[in-house]
């Protein structure tokens, strides 16, 4: 064990290192643990276990107490997770389907012309993505709104735009429509 003793300012890099990687060695699999328990999420709890390792390097300088760091280091560990499940990214990430439940795409299916698909591929992008996941994919509106994190009135409001814009564009393209 490698005591710290803060006399006149911060360690060291090398005894910082040092002090560092026996925390993480030591103190690892406890911080998981402890990050997962908030989160409950692996990759999350795996990202906010080595947020905290940075911000104890960043902080190690404030350790009086070579006693007291698991504390030390479970108070950050707690603090990193609060900040995470505060933020508006784990908010949209806590909202979006989970990628198992979503449904298998449609079959493939052969087209004889391309005119459609070039069509489809000239819309704006807004409509453009609803008729691929719809067509294309066969995706329903309501697994489309999910995964957009998009209100499914909007979903259908911009499938309708963009049947209408279709069937403009393709106007006298298919039998003998005029």
Known sequence: MIPLLIVDGPPSPEAAEEHLT???QTHGSSVLRVCYLYLKDHALAQDAAQT????AWQALHTLRDVNTEKAWL???AA???KSILRSREYRLYA???DMDEMPEPAAEASYPDRTVLNTVLALPDKYREVIVLYYYQ???SLDIARALKLPQATIL????RARKLLESQLKG???DDE
Do not use: A
């Open 22 to 24: 026996r925390l993480m």
């Open 173 to 175: 393209w298919y039998l």
């Open 138 to 140: 066969g995706l329903s």
């Open 79 to 81: 603090n990193t997770c």
């Open 74 to 76: 479970m108070r950050i």
């Open 157 to 160: 409001t911009r499938l309708h």
């Open 95 to 97: 909202q979006s389907p």
């Open 52 to 55: 905290t390792f940075v911000k």
